[in-house]
């Protein structure tokens, strides 16, 4: 089966109804229940409850569903792992990670409400989210701790409030933290993500940030508004140009190997095992099945 | 369990529905009023959903008051529910 697209990730405010009832319909890979910044300290209790009424009716269709709850610091992070773990969402997002001690104590709780619900097979998953400096000093360590964790993110409006930083447009500020945050994730085969681009009506802003964070080799972004979602799927999506190289690469791969032919030429350019790779991204970006053009071939 | 506090849930925005809650004497009952921008259509749906939530809480002497403004089931749920738990002072991990 292909991987799971991320390339939008919605954050969508847990207090707010309209919004949460219509997630599924926004286009995007992934939304985003919020029940940190987006909730006022004084509805808390209501956005948990909300979140939690609502993952038990609503019809999310294929997006996947992330829940991120506040830090286990806060007076909130333990009630809403309370809440919403034993609705075992997608995943669920846990801010303001900064050592392998603070996901130990996350994971500790989670699976002792899982315990308690009687959930022996959890399928939901981990991200960590790393908005702090010393998180990002930490994040090899973080990356590779806990088997649940399948996706890492990082937060560069908390990050640049840390660091004492304005976040600017050419987001220079944060620069090493993305590309180390990257390295962890990759280095552990994790999805990386990336934060939000803050100006909704900056359309090209927004495609030259997603252009820039597409190379670095995020995986997705997050996004603020449903406005932002085609967008960034324009960045991410290949071009037909890119599927058709991709295809064809491909096509004689699986005609060489059936051969017996390890390492081939196209156009007189070297074709080996990492061209190959990048190719069945693109296809899988594209969602075409490599299984179907290996019964176009056979 | 009977509430002790007056207490709000929800907003007047589209798709919520507002939730207030007035303690009464114990013996009083339950008064549920409710007012909805789909009244004629839902009254009664909306009536069962919150008498549920009432049901399962045990919340037997209680001034309800709802004001909808087209809230689905869940959300209905939800804030009963978080109105209820303010009201009774048990509510954990806000501010």
């Known amino acids: 089966m292909a991987k799971k697209k991320r390339r939008s990730m919605l954050y969508i405010p847990g207090n707010n109804p309209a919004m949460i009832q219509q997630a599924g319909v926004y286009g995007c890979d992934a939304v985003l229940l919020d029940l940190e910044d987006a909730v006022a300290l004084n509805q808390k209790d209501a956005a948990r409850i909300l979140v939690r009424s609502m993952l038990e009716t609503v019809n999310f269709y294929d997006t996947e569903v992330c829940v991120r709850v506040n830090n286990l610091q806060t007076p909130f992070g333990l009630a809403d792992l309370e809440e919403i773990v034993p609705m075992q969402p997608d995943n669920i997002r846990f801010p303001k990670t900064e050592s392998v001690q603070d996901v130990k104590d996350f994971m500790k709780e989670v699976r002792r409400i899982e315990k308690k619900h009687g959930i022996t097979d959890p399928k939901m998953t981990i991200h960590v989210m790393i908005e702090t400096a010393k998180g990002v000093a930490n994040v090899y360590d973080i990356a590779a701790c806990e088997p649940r964790v399948d996706a890492i993110t990082i937060g560069g409006q908390d990050l640049t409030a840390d660091m004492g930083i304005v976040k600017t447009p050419d987001g220079a500020g944060i620069d090493y933290a993305r590309k180390r945050i990257v390295m962890a994730g990759k280095a552990n085969n994790l999805d990386v993500l990336d934060t939000v681009f803050a100006d909704i009506n900056d359309e090209e802003g927004l495609k030259e940030e997603t252009e820039y964070i597409k190379k670095l080799g995020f995986a997705g972004k997050a996004l603020i508004n449903p406005r932002q979602v085609d967008p960034v799927h324009e960045v991410f999506n290949p071009s037909e140009n890119e599927i058709r190289k991709a295809y064809r690469v491909y096509s004689e791969f699986y005609k060489n190997t059936k051969a017996g032919i390890g390492v081939f030429a196209i156009d007189g350019k070297m074709i080996d095992a990492p061209v190959v790779q990048r190719a069945i991204t693109i296809l899988e970006y594209a969602n075409i099945d490599i299984k179907d053009i290996e019964k176009s071939l056979d | ?95």
């Open chain 2, 1 to 95: 369990m009977t509430p002790k506090f007056k207490a709000q849930a929800g907003t007047f925005e589209s798709s919520d529905i507002m939730v207030l809650i007035e303690p009464v004497a114990e013996g009083s009952g339950r008064q549920v009023d409710i007012s909805s921008t789909v009244m004629l259509q839902f009254e009664e749906d909306l009536k069962v959903c919150i008498n549920q939530v009432l049901d399962v809480m045990e919340i037997e002497n209680v001034h309800l008051i709802a004001k909808d403004k087209g809230a689905l089931t869940p959300t209905i749920k939800a804030r009963v529910e978080t109105a209820v738990k303010r009201s009774l002072g048990i509510q954990e991990g806000t501010l």
